[in-house]
């Protein structure tokens, strides 16, 4: 079983989305406040960032958010966290997220949690980061990105290998599972980096 102290959720930060995202990531929340695993977000106080903030806060957790500095000067941080960490740029706090977790779940989002989830995909195929790394699919709202990462694979953009960096959950109870469970990603791996 994987330590897991740390865990970092990539996560929406609109607040436009339906009910059954914000359950999610509610009950996320509660279940790592449960487990006694510190929430490392990127701190914003709105949709779903917010909600899993919230959540965890309220089921005696801790939170620990990571946002730049631009970012707080236009108030979009949650001020109620445990713990608040200013960096210069967005690529230090992605980088400092990854850096503090023992695993990485990436719930629904926009453009921002995409971007944060292949990012972090990418450095597990190069052998950067051996952890979890958990796709929760609520609403099957990942069907698509999957799809394409498989036509990828097909198309030899990947090798089959990579299939193993990331696991998909359709709960939050499932994705806890998965973070104990998924083995760490060996040294070796980097020699299939190339394609
Ligand atoms: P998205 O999935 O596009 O909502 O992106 C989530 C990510 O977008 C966060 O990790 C932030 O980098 C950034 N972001 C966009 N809007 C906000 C906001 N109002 N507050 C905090 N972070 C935001």
Redo the contacts with the bound molecule.
Sequence with gaps: MNPIKNVCV?????TQINETYFSAAKRLGQLLALHHINLIN?A????L?GAISDATLESGGTVTGI?PHF?IKQE?HHKGLTQLIETET?HERKRRMAEMSDGIIALP??????E?LLEIITWKQLGLYPKPIIILNTDGFYNSLLDMLEHAITEHFMRNEHHQIWRVSSTPEESIELLYHTPIWDNTISKFAVI
């Design positions: 990539y996560c929406a930060s609109s990127g914003g106080r709105q949709g960032m946002i970012m979009w967005m989002g926009g453009c921002g949690t995409m944060e």
